[in-house]
RNA sequence: GGCGCUAUCGUCUAGGGGUUAGGACGGAAGAUUCUCAAUCUUCAAACCCGGGUUCGAUUCCCGGUAGCGCUACCA
């Protein structure tokens, strides 16, 4: 007999509220490719009121570890999405063998006492077509019985159907209209020798059992769903809808991998870069998926409202970074770094603040929130990635500026000696000015003229001795949250360096 | 090898039987500002190839090519 837990699964799933889930499975860290597919599942569960459901798919006993199960969570956290429900599969192994056994019982399974293969070294290349082991679709049941009550181990595979009128079809929002002969599936394995269930068993039992009513996923997953409808069939559960996401690639066309191409493929590195979780989502979400109306930068509540299935592309999308990279920057998706910082200008100052504030400290800066707020602002159009404003604003924090040429003091045409003038004028008028924009404006513009000097000339050499270098934010503001004492002190360091 | 999927600027994409094939990133040039950044303007840059169908195909059909995926007792 069936057993009725998995048989009774069979409702309308199209007319309820619509249940997503994200299946990784943990044999490594979270890959950007599985971060999308998290991202499309929760957008589509969002959009339609519907339930989140994150399912570790964790069958594969020899390559799962605790550390990427951790790992995966540490990416979601910053992802910072949330969902509603949590499996484990290694949880449910009663379940999948009842679903296992409920198919042999139906006849559409049987047993495989060939040995394993032992070498999967040649996985590619020519191989040639493998649909079954001789003599085991055939065996009687008797036999098998029989064999099996004597120990002998065995897998057990789905019993495919041969006939070649045979078609096993489905419908995919993404890709439409999908048909495979039978005939072309081989007859996989449910359950290996020793009693596990495999990814195809598992994944569609627990489907039905979660009563999961869409499947978002990669596109490698695309021929594999025959098999999956085969499974729900014998299962006597409704199909779930399916959308096939079109897959990540590297900059040469290959899948996206560890091995080949680094921590690129990690979602922490983004993290640890400086990404803004929300810039990320963004960018993401545009790999494949487009809104049609030339919007590109958009926030989550944006996206949770504009996203639909329909917008979903079929072509394979490139993540376009340089793997090896003179800077951080330069790695990632010059797409991605534009969006990051376009989400930074669209923050608050006070958010930002908060933002930047644990990482200037945790370079070893002692900066109040006070002192952050007032930064920030300065900084925040010259800063792509979080991690710029060690860079952008040291001068800030820093008590001793780090070394620099004295010929940056020198302003355009100008020499040694104009920058010497305009330094000792700028002490002199710096000492007696209030350390406000508007005073400085005035003051220095002034001393300018006295010396004949355009304001450039007389703003260069004293941005190079406040800030150390020439590129800087604007003179006035940066000095107004220097203070005198810091700005006469680096004036006369560098009136001291031109000698 | 078999089966499946895909093909628009360098990249992400919009579009679709008749368009100057649109946008964005990146690139180049210019404007602007005290430098940088931001902003603005301008420029270069694409329909894989070959056959059909059609008055007309980048668009529809077929074939080719290329890429990707699946072809495990991996997921």
């Given at each position: 007999m069936p057993d009725p837990s998995i048989a009774l699964k069979k409702e309308d799933l199209s007319s309820s509220a619509p249940r997503v889930r994200f299946a990784p499975s943990p044999?490594?860290?979270l890959h950007v490719g599985s971060a999308r597919t998290f991202i499309f599942n929760w957008l589509y569960a969002r959009s339609k009121a519907g339930t989140m459901v994150l399912r570790l798919d964790d069958t594969d006993v020899k390559r799962n570890t605790e550390a990427s199960v951790q790992s995966i969570f540490e990416?979601?956290?910053?992802?910072?999405?949330?969902?509603?429900?949590?499996?484990?599969?290694?949880?449910?192994?009663?379940?999948?063998?009842?679903?296992?056994?409920?198919?042999?019982?139906?006849?559409?399974?049987y047993r495989d006492f060939t040995p394993a293969h032992t070498g999967d070294a040649e996985k590619s290349g020519a191989q040639g077509t493998w649909l079954f082991n001789p003599g085991m679709r055939e065996l009687s049941r008797e036999e098998s019985d029989r064999r099996a009550a004597a120990g002998e181990p065995f897998a057990l595979r789905f019993l495919v159907p041969r006939q070649s009128v045979d078609e096993i079809r489905f419908t995919d929002a993404v890709y439409g209209e999908q048909r495979k002969l039978a005939s072309d599936v081989e007859d996989f394995a449910l359950l290996r020798s020793d009693g596990m269930p495999t990814y195809h068993l598992a994944s569609c039992a627990d489907d039905a059992d979660l009563r999961i009513t869409h499947i978002i996923r990669g596109q490698d997953h695309l021929s594999n769903t025959f098999k999956h409808v085969l499974i729900f069939n014998a299962l006597a559960a409704q199909l779930p809808s399916f959308a096939h996401l079109p897959l990540l690639v590297a900059p040469d066309g290959t899948k996206l991998s560890k091995r080949r191409h680094g921590p690129i493929v990690s979602v922490t590195s983004?993290?640890?870069?400086?990404?803004?979780?929300?810039?990320?989502?963004?960018?993401?979400?545009?790999?494949?998926?487009?809104?049609?109306?030339?919007?590109?930068?958009?926030?989550?509540?944006?996206?949770?409202?504009?996203?639909?299935?329909?917008?979903?592309?079929?072509?394979?999308a490139v993540v376009n970074f340089k793997e090896?990279?003179?800077?951080?920057?330069?790695?990632?998706?010059?797409?991605?770094?534009?969006?990051?910082?376009?989400?930074?200008?669209?923050?608050?100052?006070?958010?930002?603040?908060?933002?930047?504030?644990?990482?200037?400290?945790?370079?070893?800066?002692?900066?109040?929130?006070?002192?952050?707020?007032?930064?920030?602002?300065?900084?925040?159009?010259?800063?792509?990635?979080?991690r710029d404003v060690l860079t952008a604003a040291?001068?800030?924090?820093?008590?001793?500026?780090?070394?620099?040429?004295?010929?940056?003091?020198?302003?355009?045409?100008?020499?040694?000696?104009?920058?010497?003038?305009?330094?000792?004028?700028?002490?002199?008028?710096?000492?007696?000015?209030?350390?406000?924009?508007?005073?400085?404006?005035?003051?220095?513009?002034?001393?300018?003229?006295?010396?004949?000097?355009?304001?450039?000339?007389?703003?260069?050499?004293?941005?190079?001795?406040?800030?150390?270098?020439?590129?800087?934010?604007?003179?006035?503001?940066?000095?107004?949250?220097?203070?005198?004492?810091?700005?006469l002190q680096r004036i006369d360091s560098a009136i001291a360096k031109l000698q």
């Open positions: 044999t490594g860290f990416g979601l956290k910053w992802v910072n999405l949330g969902w509603d429900e949590e499996y484990k599969q290694s949880d449910r192994l009663d379940l999948h063998q009842k679903a296992a056994w409920a198919i042999f019982e139906r006849g559409l399974a983004y993290r640890d870069a400086g990404f803004l979780a929300a810039a990320f989502i963004n960018f993401l979400c545009l790999l494949g998926w487009s809104p049609k109306n030339d919007r590109e930068q958009m926030s989550l509540a944006e996206l949770q409202e504009l996203f639909t299935l329909e917008g979903i592309n079929r072509a394979n090896p990279a003179p800077t951080p920057e330069e790695m990632f998706d010059p797409k991605a770094v534009w969006l990051n910082a376009e989400h930074i200008r669209a923050l608050p100052v006070e958010e930002l603040g908060a933002r930047l504030l644990p990482i200037v400290r945790g370079a070893g800066h002692n900066l109040t929130e006070a002192q952050m707020l007032r930064i920030t602002p300065l900084i925040r159009e010259r800063i792509k990635l979080l040291d001068f800030f924090f820093l008590d001793q500026l780090p070394q620099y040429d004295p010929a940056e003091l020198i302003p355009q045409k100008g020499d040694a000696a104009m920058a010497g003038k305009v330094l000792e004028k700028a002490r002199s008028v710096l000492a007696g000015v209030e350390f406000k924009h508007d005073p400085l404006d005035q003051a220095l513009r002034t001393a300018a003229q006295e010396l004949g000097l355009k304001a450039g000339q007389m703003f260069q050499p004293i941005r190079v001795a406040a800030c150390g270098r020439k590129n800087a934010p604007p003179l006035f503001e940066t000095l107004e949250v220097l203070g005198r004492e810091k700005t």
